[in-house]
């Protein structure tokens, strides 16, 4: 038996923090200001403006936290349907029950595992009012016939652009694909403070609104500091704390400047993968549409039916080789009690594996990473 140690072991994945974030959160403590809508996150929200190119945005605690605004913001309604795409974290369907509203769940492509518009057309019905895309694992959905369909039938569509911070689609930037987006900025995505997340929104109107709800409904305590006397704002919503300390926003401002080098540096991880697991007969590698680029959040192989996955797994994690599941098929939870049917969602739910995937992989972590998974899928066949 192989033994592994922990400096032979290679993590699924490891964020890309150092010494820049670290001053950047130094000079937020000598600030005096570590809240939330201080200056650090307006000076974010200015930068997420320009980078988008979109009418406002509004950093917030989570990507969770994004969706939930959107939904508020956009007058969905106990009694309505919104279509969500089905493989993915189910954190849009989560978003679409906190209003009282019903998720309605869309399969997805074999081949990129994004929702299928042809999907999405068949389930729209007479409650329907809008759609929730998810750019899967960091590679775009088909937003030229997604937004058709919404057209045609007076929908809106978001963006859950969590895992594509980098990617595109048709030359346009993921999270600015849709007139309302929501990234995350947790500790696996390509610009990362630990957790946080935005709205992005092609209207001011809808941007104002996820801002005041983000605060509980008051608006930034920072802003009203600087008036002279004593404001006491009124709570003229029911809000939420769903605010961006200043602390993580300025780990952010650093994270997007190095947003390019370290989506070259996963692009190249991928790369090599893609080399050298080529030829390899028991899983298919990721495939990318040549319309669009790929954020790398994951890179999931998709596994022989032959392949015990739940056996390989244990004997890479055994040998140090960090994997994961992939993602989950949203209507098999037993939270929503769907009546929707995703065969192609539910299989990618069972084949798909996860393998080491950040920026900070050497060659030589990923060379060994496809010699044990190589290895370890024949020790893993189903007999019979």
Not at 53 to 60: P, R
Not at 226 to 251: C, H, M, R, W
């Amino acid at each position: 038996m192989t033994v592994t140690t922990s400096a032979d072991a290679v993590p699924l994945v490891h964020a890309s923090l150092g010494e820049r974030e670290l001053e950047a959160v130094a000079e937020v403590f000598d600030s005096g200001w570590p809240a939330g809508q201080g200056p650090r996150g307006k000076a974010l929200e200015a930068r997420l403006k320009e980078m988008y190119g979109v009418g406002d945005a509004v950093t917030l605690s989570n990507c969770g936290a994004a969706l939930h605004l959107a939904m508020l913001a956009l007058g969905v309604e106990p009694g309505d349907e919104v279509i969500v795409a089905d493989y993915t974290f189910p954190a849009p369907a989560h978003a679409v029950r906190y209003v009282g509203a019903t998720p309605v769940f869309a399969d997805v492509r074999p081949d990129t595992g994004t929702v299928d518009p042809q999907a999405v057309a068949d389930l729209i019905g007479p409650r329907t009012v809008g759609v929730i895309a998810v750019d899967t694992v960091g590679l775009p959905a088909d937003y030229t016939e997604l937004m058709a369909i919404a057209d045609r039938h007076g929908l809106f569509v978001v963006e859950d652009a969590a895992c594509a911070v980098g990617a595109t689609y048709r030359g346009r930037p993921a999270g600015a694909l849709a007139p309302v987006a929501c990234l995350s900025f947790h500790g696996r995505k390509g610009a990362s403070s630990g957790e946080g997340g935005a709205l992005l929104a092609a209207d001011p109107v809808i941007g104002a609104d996820a801002r005041l709800r983000s605060s509980f409904g008051i608006g930034s305590i920072y802003d009203q500091a600087q008036v002279v006397g004593l404001p006491i704002p009124l709570f003229t919503e029911i809000g939420y704390n769903y605010k961006l300390s200043d602390i993580a926003a300025a780990i952010l401002q650093v994270q997007l400047e190095r947003v390019g080098e370290l989506l070259d540096r996963r692009s190249a991880v991928a790369a090599a993968y893609g080399e050298l697991l080529a030829d390899e007969e028991l899983l298919a590698v990721p495939r990318v549409p040549a319309d669009r680029t790929h954020a790398w959040q994951s890179y999931l192989v998709t596994l022989d039916p032959r392949v015990d996955r739940s056996g390989l797994a244990a004997s890479l994690r055994a040998r140090g080789v960090g994997c994961g599941h992939g993602t989950w098929a949203s209507h098999l939870q037993p939270v929503y009690d769907a009546r929707q049917r995703c065969p192609v969602s539910a299989d990618l739910f069972q084949r798909n594996l996860a393998i080491p995937m950040h920026a900070e992989l050497r060659p030589e972590q990923v060379e060994r990473v496809v010699d044990v998974l190589r290895a370890e899928l024949r020790n893993n066949l189903r007999s019979g």
